[in-house]
């Protein structure tokens, strides 16, 4: 089967773990600093803090946001983490509907969804397409609300030539198998606050002051610390950090060619009357996460059976988290997201497609009747 979504990985990520296995160092230490180091000057911002998951940055991001009791306006349209992680903070989500073209939330929904309760606007920059972040921040703030990015598909992505990552209060990113710059697992958050930054810090391992690696700078090794609240087992490892350095160096030329498939397949299908094929908007530059079609014709499960026969692996992101069962007590009608996502089927799309599985994946499609 040619899968949705394949690492790539190389010679050059097995010497950079063996390396750190090697060290007698494996735990949170120098190589997870090293790669928020890099990664920061990457994205231009100042602060960056690994952690072991995007879903573990969301849940911090909205806890040191201070969103507990209050709403959160959130999309149906992402993996179920980014809502989970308002649940974990105690706090409301208030699920705003989405543009057709992009599958990001609509603006007009999010300024007529901010009330007295609102404390945040946790966006998600689908497919790697970034939000129009301009009018969302005046809108936040006009009301004095936080904006949180949830960027797990949009590594590498701009908007208006500013990297994301750069632009809110908070960004979280996922490092999970599958995504652009890939660990196997793995996260961060980028923050302009110092004193977030730290915060978030002590969060991330237990709420201890100060952690292992940081006591063991010196000659000595000091034992000695506090613990300061309730955090959680949070952060990212040097394992993992090693890979991130790699992948890191390479992400551009792989988003570049996640560019160049992407571009083959709009060609491909662009005279395929049954299909729509995704947006890129002028003041966007995609990371390209992953490619999704928009199957007219209530054809879209017919066609995911008909390209597994053929040996072709296709998938849906996602069906709206407000119809999960659990969401119920926070359902609202979504037209546009309850429409559009019968459509949805995510096409194979990563950097070591070849171009005769690409050739292939065009054949198949366009034969589909």
């Given amino acids: ?17 063996e390396k750190v296995l090697r060290s007698g160092w494996i735990g949170l230490g120098p190589k997870t600093r090293e790669f928020e180091g890099q990664f920061a000057s990457y ?21 040191v946001m201070d969103v507990t009791g209050k709403e959160v306006i959130t999309s149906p ?6 809502n989970h992680a308002i649940l974990y903070n105690e706090a409301v989500p208030v ?67 500013k990297k994301i990552g750069s632009i809110g209060d908070a960004t979280c990113f996922s490092f999970h198998a599958v995504k652009n710059l890939a660990m196997g697992d ?62 890191l160096q390479k992400l551009d030329r792989m988003n570049a060619r996640r560019r160049e ?16 094929t995704p947006v890129e908007k002028e003041y966007v530059k995609s990371a390209n996460h992953n490619y999704v079609i928009k199957v007219l014709d209530g054809r879209r499960d017919a066609l995911i059976e008909y390209l597994a026969a053929n040996e072709i692996s296709a998938g849906v992101h996602y069906i709206p988290n407000h119809l999960y069962d659990m969401y119920k007590p926070y359902y609202r009608k979504l037209p546009v997201a309850e429409r559009i996502w019968r459509r949805l089927a995510t096409l194979p799309l990563f950097p070591d497609l070849t171009e005769a599985e690409q050739d292939y994946i065009v054949e198949k499609i366009r034969d589909f009747k």
């Fill in 1 to 17: 089967m040619i899968p949705v979504f394949r690492p790539s990985m190389g010679d050059d990520e097995i010497r950079a773990v």
């Fill in 43 to 63: 994205l231009g911002v100042e602060h960056v803090v690994a952690l072991n998951s995007c879903t573990a940055a969301l849940h911090l991001a909205l806890k």
């Fill in 77 to 82: 349209m992402s993996f179920v983490s980014t």
């Fill in 95 to 161: 699920f705003a509907d989405i543009e057709e073209d992009t599958l990001n939330m609509r603006i007009d929904e999010i300024e007529s969804l901010v009330g007295p309760r609102t404390a945040a606007i946790l966006l998600v920059h689908y497919g790697g397409h970034a939000c129009d972040m301009d009018p969302i921040l005046e809108i936040a703030s006009k009301k004095g609300v936080r904006v949180i990015e949830d960027a797990a598909h949009a590594c590498g992505g701009e908007y208006k030539g």
């Fill in 186 to 247: 793995g996260g961060a958050i980028t923050v302009h606050d110092s004193a977030v930054a730290e915060r978030i810090r002590k969060l991330y391992w237990l709420g201890i002051s100060r952690g292992t690696w940081d006591r063991t700078k010196d000659k000595a090794y000091k034992w000695e610390y506090d613990v300061e609240e309730v955090g959680y087992k949070y952060h990212l490892n040097d394992i993992l950090a090693a890979i991130g350095l790699v992948q």
């Fill in 261 to 276: 498939i992407v571009e083959k397949y709009n060609e491909a299908f662009k005279d395929v009357n049954w299909i729509e």
